[in-house]
T-cell receptor, first 111, second 119 residues
Framework: QKEVEQNSGPLSVPEGAIASLNCTYS??????FFWYRQYSGKSPELIMS????GDKEDGRFTAQLNKASQYVSLLIRDSQPSDSATYLC???????????FGAGTRLFVKA | EAGVAQSPRYKIIEKRQSVAFWCNPI?????LYWYQQILGQGPKLLIQ????????DSQLPKDRFSAERLKGVDSTLKIQPAKLEDSAVYLC?????????????????FGPGTRLTVL
């Protein structure tokens, strides 16, 4: 059974701090990794994708992938109250089949 | 570029009634997904289409759920008869082409969703 695990939170950080969100996955056949942001009552919005080991930066967001440890993380620098949302980790397997979502981590950024 | 369109946005029905949801993907996207998201959980894939063919429907409760994408563009998801536990948000997403050589082709973009309440 393929699984994607996330700490449900809530994770609370002060404005301007770095928020660190973590995700582990069970299947070593995983190839593509995605982070989605979901505001309450809204649909998921893709914010980062990563396919190779290492770091990928986009603005205030950095995704980190370690396939050996089956671990992917998202760092949000200079966190803003508008970053308060649920962050979903998603993993796709070989050939794009079976995208599995984690349950999400709720992030609160305190002004 | 227009995003994924879904309708209706909200639906309230009695148990044992039927309901249908419609989705129009981003233009040019060959792969279409239907997800069910229960409050507090991540989206769960119900069915994945590639053009008008089914790629994966292993988690679709086929005794009550059906879906089609006849012309390889828009899609409908039907529930008949509905149960209380079907209350959820039904999300449609699309991607360029999950068979593409790069994982970039599997980046999924979601519509606004349909919130279903079964009483």
């Amino acid at each position: 059974q393929k699984e994607v695990e996330q700490n449900s939170g809530p994770l609370s950080v002060p404005e301007g701090a770095i928020a660190s969100l973590n995700c582990t996955y069970s299947d070593r056949g995983s190839q593509s990794f995605f982070w989605y942001r979901q505001y309450s009552g809204k649909s998921p919005e893709l914010i980062m994708s990563i396919y190779s080991n290492g770091d990928k930066e986009d603005g205030r967001f950095t995704a980190q992938l370690n396939k050996a440890s089956q671990y992917v993380s998202l760092l949000i620098r200079d966190s803003q109250p508008s970053d308060s949302a649920t962050y979903l980790c998603a993993v796709s397997y070989t050939g794009g089949f079976k995208t599995i979502f984690g349950a999400g981590t709720r992030l609160f950024v305190k002004a | 570029e227009a995003g994924v369109a879904q309708s209706p946005r909200y639906k309230i029905i009695e148990k044992r009634q039927s309901v249908a949801f419609w989705c129009n993907p981003i233009s040019g996207h060959a792969t279409l997904y239907w997800y069910q998201q229960i409050l507090g959980q991540g989206p769960k894939l119900l069915i994945q289409f590639q053009n008008n063919g089914v790629v994966d429907d292993s988690q679709l409760p086929k005794d009550r759920f059906s879906a089609e994408r006849l012309k390889g563009v828009d899609s409908t998801l039907k529930i008949q008869p509905a149960k209380l536990e079907d209350s959820a948000v039904y999300l449609c997403a699309s991607s360029l082409d999950f068979r593409g050589g790069s994982p970039f082709y599997n980046e999924q973009f979601f519509g606004p969703g349909t919130r279903l309440t079964v009483l």
